[in-house]
């Protein structure tokens, strides 16, 4: 669900810069549809982007395997991309490299050869169900979250910020504190890019700057060793509400890093703390919740 909301509040605003953003919406609070003219234009208030779909994906596909199954997940990504190939209406703005890499699935291609060297946040925005899953053991979750990667996203830095989402996600589940999450995410994705683990341990330097001066040094493209920074700049920054408005509102990939950080609060405090103003209008609230569910209940299992 802080998936969903982080996404779908920070939809109308991606690829505008923290100016244009005041300039046009203000601080963003509440749901809004797509501005016309803006690449999500004709998506409406509380409907979400790849984002929400994608970790949905995985997800389901640990679902319907009992557990993680690389070639299950890489035919949900084919069987989803078939849609929007057929109907580029219903491409919600998937990006470079995950588009080029599902095509290429659908042309035939194995995915252990279709992903790109593209150091973007593809992977990273979608990892949270392997932490939510697999919380209990650290390496199984660097492990599976590294491998769901590679079907779109081969880059060492892609890589680094998947497992770094879904280790942060794991920890919040188990109660630790912000600051050991940060260190222990960090050290993970240092296994597959010290740079990116770099930036990852700095965002703890930064808290006692104004947020957009932190913001603005750590940047905000679809760059992972950007969006997944300012993901958990604003997990540690701010308590939940106030973090996901601060995401969608400064600028740049706003729904990934709104809905990673949407991601870190769900897993820390579950789903009390989001406005009912914001369940209200959100596209597929049965099929998020049940998905949840049934992840939750596939979890103790393989916990116990």
Same mark, same amino acid.
């Given at each position: 669900?802080?998936?969903?909301?982080?996404?779908?509040?920070? @939809?109308?605003?991606?690829?505008?810069?923290?100016?244009?953003?005041?300039?046009?919406?203000?601080?963003?609070?509440?749901? @809004?549809?797509?501005?016309?003219?803006?690449?999500?234009?004709?998506?409406?208030?509380?409907?979400?982007?790849?984002?929400?779909?994608?970790?949905?994906?995985?997800?389901?596909?640990?679902?319907?395997?009992?557990?993680?199954?690389?070639?299950?997940?890489?035919?949900?990504?084919?069987?989803?991309?078939?849609?929007?190939?057929?109907?580029?209406?219903?491409?919600?703005?998937?990006?470079?490299?995950?588009?080029?890499?599902?095509?290429?699935?659908?042309?035939?291609?194995?995915?252990?050869?279709?992903?790109?060297?593209?150091?973007?946040?593809?992977?990273?925005?979608?990892?949270?169900?392997?932490?939510?899953?697999?919380?209990?053991?650290?390496?199984?979750?660097?492990?599976?979250?590294?491998?769901?990667?590679?079907?779109?996203?081969?880059?060492?830095?892609?890589?680094?910020?998947?497992?770094?989402?879904?280790?942060?996600?794991?920890?919040?589940?188990?109660?630790?504190?912000?600051? @050991?999450?940060?260190?222990?995410?960090?050290?993970?994705?240092?296994?597959?890019?010290?740079?990116?683990?770099?930036?990852?341990?700095?965002?703890?330097?930064?808290?006692?700057?104004?947020?957009?001066?932190?913001?603005?040094?750590?940047?905000?493209?679809?760059?992972?060793?950007?969006?997944?920074?300012?993901?958990?700049?604003?997990?540690?920054?701010?308590?939940?509400?106030?973090?996901?408005? @601060?995401?969608?509102?400064?600028?740049?990939?706003?729904?990934?890093?709104?809905?990673?950080?949407?991601?870190?609060?769900?897993?820390?405090?579950?789903?009390?703390?989001?406005?009912?103003?914001?369940?209200?209008?959100?596209?597929?609230?049965?099929?998020?919740?049940?998905?949840?569910?049934?992840?939750?209940?596939?979890?103790?299992?393989?916990?116990?």
């Amino acid at each position: 669900m802080g998936v969903a909301v982080g996404d779908a509040l920070g @939809m109308p605003t991606e690829g505008y810069t923290a100016r244009e953003i005041s300039s046009k919406f203000g601080m963003v609070r509440e749901m @809004m549809p797509a501005p016309e003219g803006h690449f999500h234009s004709g998506l409406t208030a509380g409907q979400f982007t790849d984002d929400t779909e994608e970790t949905l994906l995985l997800a389901e596909s640990l679902i319907d395997a009992s557990g993680f199954s690389p070639d299950g997940f890489a035919e949900k990504l084919t069987s989803w991309g078939a849609t929007w190939t057929l109907d580029e209406r219903l491409n919600r703005g998937v990006g470079f490299a995950t588009r080029s890499a599902v095509e290429s699935m659908i042309r035939g291609k194995p995915w252990q050869q279709s992903g790109l060297n593209i150091p973007t946040c593809g992977a990273a925005m979608r990892a949270a169900p392997i932490g939510l899953l697999y919380h209990t053991n650290l390496n199984i979750v660097k492990s599976y979250a590294d491998l769901q990667s590679l079907p779109t996203h081969t880059s060492a830095a892609a890589r680094a910020g998947a497992v770094a989402v879904a280790v942060g996600v794991a920890l919040c589940l188990t109660g630790f504190s912000k600051e @050991m999450i940060l260190r222990n995410a960090a050290s993970q994705a240092s296994r597959l890019d010290e740079y990116f683990a770099e930036r990852l341990l700095w965002v703890g330097e930064l808290l006692d700057l104004k947020p957009e001066d932190a913001l603005g040094v750590i940047r905000n493209s679809p760059l992972a060793a950007e969006t997944v920074p300012a993901a958990f700049y604003c997990f540690m920054r701010f308590e939940p509400e106030e973090a996901l408005v @601060m995401a969608a509102s400064s600028g740049g990939d706003t729904d990934s890093i709104a809905s990673i950080a949407g991601s870190l609060f769900g897993a820390a405090k579950g789903s009390r703390w989001i406005p009912e103003s914001w369940l209200a209008v959100l596209e597929g609230r049965e099929r998020i919740e049940s998905a949840a569910l049934c992840l939750s209940e596939l979890s103790s299992s393989i916990c116990r």
